[in-house]
């Protein structure tokens, strides 16, 4: 699985994950609170609802906080992982107003396509095969805010720099932004 990954790239990529672990894990109180406070509360008030008793929103914003925070320390910054966190900054920002206000499904498949173009335009590009690995990520992320939203866990965020070789990667993937520069 990391075959093509040195030990040092290996243990900047753990330092990484371990920082975006401990900022999601100090700043989950902190957006519990500030849930509390606007009223993103999902109350149980049909049978779809898991939860028993109400559940503060909002636990993206921590998982994103610790994610932005490792991107920044760790990462190699480029035009492409710019617009990557561009794009990444608008979901976020839709998901916390969507936990707030219930927004209009065209309005936030309108924001989504924007959000996705930001990083095309800057530059980032796929292959077929990549897809798979972005599928991946995507559900990984999709899974960890399903956790935070059943169990209350938002800080779970999910170790996709570990997941995915992007030095050398037949998916088409530019070079990893953790991997020092040259």
């Known amino acids: 699985m990391f075959t093509n990954i040195s030990s040092g790239e290996l243990l900047r990529s753990l330092f990484a994950f371990l920082c975006a672990a401990a900022v ?11 849930a509390c406070r606007v009223g993103a509360i999902d109350v149980p008030k049909d049978a779809r609802r898991i939860h ?9 914003i921590a ?10 320390i760790f990462a190699d910054l480029s035009l492409q992982l710019w617009g990557i966190l561009a794009g990444a900054s608008i979901i976020v920002l839709l998901g916390a107003l969507d936990d707030r206000f219930v927004l209009d499904a065209k309005l936030k498949f309108v924001v989504q ?21 972005a599928k991946a990520a995507v559900s990984g992320s999709l899974i960890s805010q399903r956790l935070s939203r059943c169990c209350g866990l938002s ?14 990667s037949p998916a ?4 990893s932004p953790l991997s020092p520069s040259s």
């Open 24 to 34: 999601a894990l100090c700043a989950t109180p902190l957006v519990k609170k500030f």
């Open 52 to 60: 028993k008793k109400p559940i503060p929103l909002l636990g993206g």
């Open 63 to 72: 998982i994103y906080l610790g994610f932005l925070t490792a991107v920044l």
């Open 113 to 133: 396509i924007v959000a996705a173009i930001i990083p095309v335009a800057c530059g980032l590009r796929s292959s077929p095969t990549s897809s798979i690995s």
């Open 155 to 168: 800080a779970f965020p999910m170790p996709s720099t570990l997941s995915t070789d992007w030095t050398g």
């Open 172 to 175: 088409g993937y530019p070079p």
